[in-house]
Structures are given as C-alpha cells and as structure tokens.
C-alpha cells in the first residue's frame, strides 16, 4: 500500500483549468504506474488517465483526451493532473491510485481493479 494524497480541486467556471496534485509515500511510489480516477454520486468510478512508472506511457478516456494531462515527477513523488477547457460534465471527486505490479511491462493499467492503493480524493466542481 502507498499513502496517497489528493489536492487542488476547487470551484472553477466552464473553460477554466485546474491542476491536480497526487503525493506519495515511500520509495516504491517511483516503480509503479499511476492514474486518476473519477466518480459522481451514484456512478461508478471512471477512469480518466494513467501513466506508466517510468513515464514512457500514457493514455486517456476520450472524454478527457486533448483536454487533460497527466505527468509525474519520480524524485519528489508527485503525479499531476492538468485539466483545461474543463466542463460541467468534468465535475466529481477525482482520484489517484497506483498499480499493482511494480515496474510493470506494456501499457499502464487503466481498470479501477489493477490498482490497489486510492487516496482520499478531492471535490473538483465545474460551474457552467
């Protein structure tokens, strides 16, 4: 398990950007591929974007795709997502979470079920 916590949500206008932060705990955090995941009252969790851990691989919903990014810096334990152009539809609690294979080989995973430790989450709201 990697402690993970979430930060810079926030109240935004439609067609405003946000970046949210994902810190990680201990050194194991840098071997293992890591997404975002989002979820609205009454839905399930959906994916949003992930990245492998060496940050060689990412891939995105379609409904994010050319409007989100998502990065990551190994040496401070950070993964990042960029949000522009957000939209009402975007509005829900937003997630990280990390792999459950270390320096896995392929794609990163990007089923709510390869991943094993989830933070708490962070509200992001898109006023239209």
């Known amino acids: 398990q990697v402690p993970l916590v979430e930060s810079g949500g926030g109240l935004v206008q439609a067609g405003d950007s946000l970046r949210l932060s994902c810190a990680a705990s201990g050194r194991t955090f840098r071997s293992l591929s890591a997404a975002w995941f989002r979820q609205v009252p009454g839905k399930e969790r959906e994916f949003v974007a992930t990245?492998?851990?060496?940050?060689?691989?990412?891939s995105y919903a379609d409904s994010v795709k050319g409007r989100f990014t998502i990065d990551r810096d190994n040496n401070r334990n950070l993964v990042y997502l960029q949000m522009n152009n957000l939209k009402s539809e975007d509005s829900a609690v937003y997630y990280c979470?990390?792999?459950?294979?270390?320096?896995?080989?392929?794609?990163?995973?990007?089923?709510?079920?390869?991943?094993?430790?989830w933070g708490h989450g962070t509200q992001v709201t898109v006023s239209s």
């Open positions: 979470a990390t792999d459950s294979i270390s320096f896995r080989i392929g794609d990163p995973p990007d089923r709510a079920a390869d991943f094993t430790s």
């Open positions: 990245i492998s851990w060496n940050n060689g691989r990412t």
